[in-house]
């Protein structure tokens, strides 16, 4: 399988605590992005790398979160101090720099309690 | 502030009928628009994408339309068939950086 894979599929974490999530893109492809999906919404962009400079944040992407590219290839993001308003669908999506079409991965779908 | 919209939140057809799902958009310096479908548990997969010097793209039982004036898109499927039961988003790339503007979605259900 050569599509946008993320690990893990499901994450259930008490509050407070911290998490990671992992997404592998289609190895071709120079740009990653994170979007945030809750219930009835479409999905949030969060932030984007081009390679493994990190180009853009959303406002949404509050200081407890943070994401790296090292060496342009996978991509992690990591919530701090986890909030119940964290809960949702975490979703990787990577495309080459010239092509508007995103491919998504199947994300990472976070429970907080 | 919804930049693309989706006011429909949820459609059902007959199969083998045409299903016609709309989006509407605010930004007229939009210049790309893309369908997205969604079946529960899975991320989002490109459907089909429209240019702004285009007003129609089609892809076999898929077509976009694009009316540029009314700032409204549409996607019609036809015919429907009960596989196409999924949650489809519109979406806008916001400028050069190719992250997307998604609608809230609207969920097709075709019964067979």
């Known amino acids: 399988d050569t599509g946008v894979s993320q690990d893990p599929r499901h994450k259930i974490t008490k509050r407070g605590q911290n998490v990671t999530f992992r997404c592998d893109p289609i190895?071709?492809?120079?740009?990653l992005y994170w979007y945030r999906q809750t219930l009835g919404q479409g999905p949030e962009f969060l932030t984007y790398f081009q390679n493994e400079a990190q180009l853009e944040k959303s406002r949404l992407l509050s200081d407890r979160f943070s994401a790296e590219r090292p060496k342009g290839s996978f991509s992690t993001l990591e919530i701090q101090r986890t909030e119940q308003g964290d809960s949702a669908m975490y979703l990787c999506?990577?495309?080459?720099?010239?092509?508007?079409?995103?491919?998504f991965g199947q994300g990472t779908r976070l429970t907080v309690v | 502030d919804q930049q693309v919209k989706q006011n429909s939140p949820s459609l059902s057809v007959q199969e083998g009928r045409i299903s016609i799902l709309n989006c509407d958009y605010t930004?007229?310096?939009?210049?790309?628009f893309l369908w997205y479908k969604k079946y529960p548990a899975e991320g989002p997969t490109f459907l089909i994408s429209?240019?702004?010097?285009?007003d129609k793209n089609e892809d076999g039982r898929f077509t976009v339309f694009l009316n540029k004036s009314a700032k409204h898109l549409s996607l019609h499927i036809v015919p429907s068939q009960p596989g196409d039961s999924a949650v489809y988003f519109c979406a806008a790339p916001r400028g050069s950086q190719g992250n997307l503007i998604f609608g809230k979605g609207t969920k097709l259900s075709v019964k067979p």
């Open positions: 190895s071709e492809h120079n740009r």
């Open positions: 429209i240019s702004s010097i285009k």
């Open positions: 999506a990577s495309s080459l720099a010239r092509s508007t079409e995103a491919f």
């Open positions: 930004n007229s310096m939009f210049d790309y």
